[in-house]
């Protein structure tokens, strides 16, 4: 029998757009996350597109996307009442993960040091921009910031565009690399508490997390001290490389990575180009050398363009995987809804059921796959407040008496 992850967690998820994606990934895993919202709302219950393009705090598609398999409750944090009911909440609550600014918790009396003396056994977790300390540590801050700050930006953008500026990656990659982390840090914390029976708190920073996830800008000039060029589609490297991204005959793109190509892989390429008569002078023995080929790259690739744009992307990608060549098209979101190797053979993406739409929804589903512990949306993500009754009703009746 499939055995839960997570089963039997509570997590007390007091913040929004740093804490969601985090709270997603252990809720579907099994917590019961309980996310924690003022009587007006998250603000991202008020971040668009819209279902219908009805604005509505029950029906933003990113609310959504953000917040499957989680519970809503509502009160207000700032009150006497509301500090009383998270403290009573937590008799049951395993994890605190949180997003408020440096301090705030603590102005609540709700912080790590506060609540460690009676809850011994919590795990507690902040996101914050900058970390809890240092000079930084209240400054303000947004997706694009980060990516600037970080180093993202740097080493993105356009090397075939005169004074390109650089391009930062949307769809909140900042974020979604803090909420990998995060959920990593609490799992390795539960598993913590399993051997010690002590709970412990967690500092995360996004400006960390981003720092740490530049690929190879970091490293180049710790050891060569260069500067990495940004290049279209293609790694930023301190020197330009061969252009990768060719036209096919449909219009789209195909990303030809041509940096791992020995003898038997350039051979292979030769030979499907020859039975096309496409293969111009690359027949030549000499190509078969790596630096004779490497300094005539530009050639190559301006030959294998030639070949892409008589032939479907389709065709050109799977051919290539066959050969042993790692190329690929460059694909827009409704090529992948459509596929099938993601669709049929690894079901990537999952539907769910909104009662009180009388319809099912696709959403993106497990971003890893347990075989004894599988992942699972549970439920769509939570009207407002849709969990009064079920978890305050008792506190409220506890309270009183």
């Known amino acids: ?32 996350v309980i996310k924690v919202e003022p009587s007006e709302g998250a603000p991202s219950r008020n971040i668009g597109p819209f279902y219908k ?9 990113y609310f959504w996307n953000y917040n499957t398999s989680k519970k809503s409750i509502t009160l207000d944090i700032d009150t006497k009442e509301g500090q ?24 609540w009396g709700l912080d790590y040091d506060t609540l460690s003396r009676k809850f011994p056994g919590l795990v507690y977790c ?7 300390d240092g000079p930084w540590s209240n400054y303000q801050s947004s997706d694009i910031a980060q990516l600037a700050l970080g180093g993202i930006m740097a080493a993105t953008g356009y090397d075939d565009i005169p004074d390109a500026p650089p391009i930062a990656p949307t769809g909140g990659q900042s974020f979604h690399l803090t909420g990998y982390f995060a959920a990593m840090g609490i799992v390795s914390a539960l598993l913590y508490r399993d051997f010690k029976s002590q709970g412990q708190y967690i500092d995360i920073s996004v400006h960390d997390c981003v720092t740490v996830s530049t690929e190879m800008s970091l490293p180049y000039w710790i050891y060569q001290k260069e500067h ?4 279209t589609g293609r790694h930023a490297l301190p020197n330009r490389s061969v252009r990768w991204n060719l036209k096919c005959k449909d219009g789209k793109y195909i990303l030809v990575l ?32 790596d630096k004779f080929r490497a300094e005539r790259m530009e050639h190559v690739t301006d030959v294998l363009e030639r070949f892409c744009n008589q032939f479907e992307s389709e065709y050109i990608y799977h051919t290539a995987q066959s050969i042993g060549l ?16 993601l669709n ?58």
């Open 1 to 32: 029998m499939k055995k839960v992850a997570l089963k039997g967690i509570t997590i007390l998820e007091i913040g929004d757009q740093l804490t969601q994606f985090a709270g997603k990934l252990l809720a579907d895993m099994g917590a019961q």
């Open 53 to 61: 393009d009805i604005p509505d705090k029950n029906g933003s598609l």
């Open 84 to 107: 009383e009911k998270i403290l009573s909440l937590l008799d049951d609550a395993d994890v605190i993960l949180e997003g408020n600014k440096p301090g705030q918790m603590k102005e």
């Open 126 to 132: 902040s996101v914050t921009p900058f970390g809890q």
């Open 228 to 231: 990495v060029i940004r290049q």
């Open 258 to 289: 041509n940096t791992y190509l020995d003898v038997k892989r350039w051979k292979s390429l030769v030979s499907w180009l020859s039975s096309h008569q496409l293969e111009e002078d690359l027949g030549d023995e000499r190509y078969t050398n």
């Open 326 to 341: 790692p190329w690929a098209p460059v694909r827009a979101p409704e090529d992948m809804i459509h596929d099938k190797h």
């Open 344 to 401: 049929e053979d690894r079901n990537v993406f999952a539907s769910v059921y909104h009662p009180e739409l009388n319809e099912s929804l696709t959403y993106p589903g497990a971003p890893y796959k347990f075989y004894e512990t599988p992942w699972n949306i549970k439920k769509r993500p939570p009207l407002l407040g849709e969990h009064n009754d079920e978890v305050l009703h008792s506190l409220n009746t506890k309270l009183s008496n």
